[in-house]
């Protein structure tokens, strides 16, 4: 598959998980009254759920599913560059509310594209190779 259809599919799924990350954190803010950390932590893993699934299978599908590559490998690199995903895009988060005082809506809006960049870069390089 050519890197550039990749990227389309990546960036398709990517936004279905930012609707799925924007809902879930606004009705835990919103109609829930948590606060913005716990719906963030709580939006990313319901969309990491998504996210794999469709990596896995439409993303990045493997031509060979051999035992280097298999389902439980790629779960475990997958949770790894969701972790370094996550953390950029958490760091990024309380820089941009707890010292630049941003809109906390808005700040969530923003680390979606620090959280997608790392997420594919890894998942392309490590997960799914």
């Known amino acids: 598959m050519k890197e550039s259809v990749r990227i389309i599919r ?9 609707l799925i990350a924007a809902f879930v954190v606004w009705l835990l803010m919103h109609i829930e009254g948590e606060s913005y950390i716990i719906a963030n932590i709580c939006a990313y893993i319901v ?4 996210n794999f699934i469709w990596c896995k299978y439409w993303i990045f599908p493997l031509e060979t599913d051999d035992k ?13 560059a969701f972790a ?20 906390e809506y ?7 594209f620090i959280y997608g960049a790392v ?3 890894c998942n392309r ?3 799914f190779r």
């Open 10 to 18: 990546f960036a398709i799924i990517g936004t279905l998980n930012a």
């Open 47 to 50: 969309a990491q759920i998504h």
């Open 68 to 80: 280097k590559n298999s389902i439980w490998h790629q779960m475990l690199f997958f949770i790894g």
């Open 84 to 103: 370094l995903a996550y953390s950029a895009q958490f760091l990024f988060l309380l820089m941009l509310v707890e010292l630049l005082h941003c809109n």
């Open 106 to 112: 808005l700040a969530q809006f923003l680390g979606l």
């Open 119 to 121: 997420n594919f870069i």
């Open 125 to 127: 390089r490590l997960t």
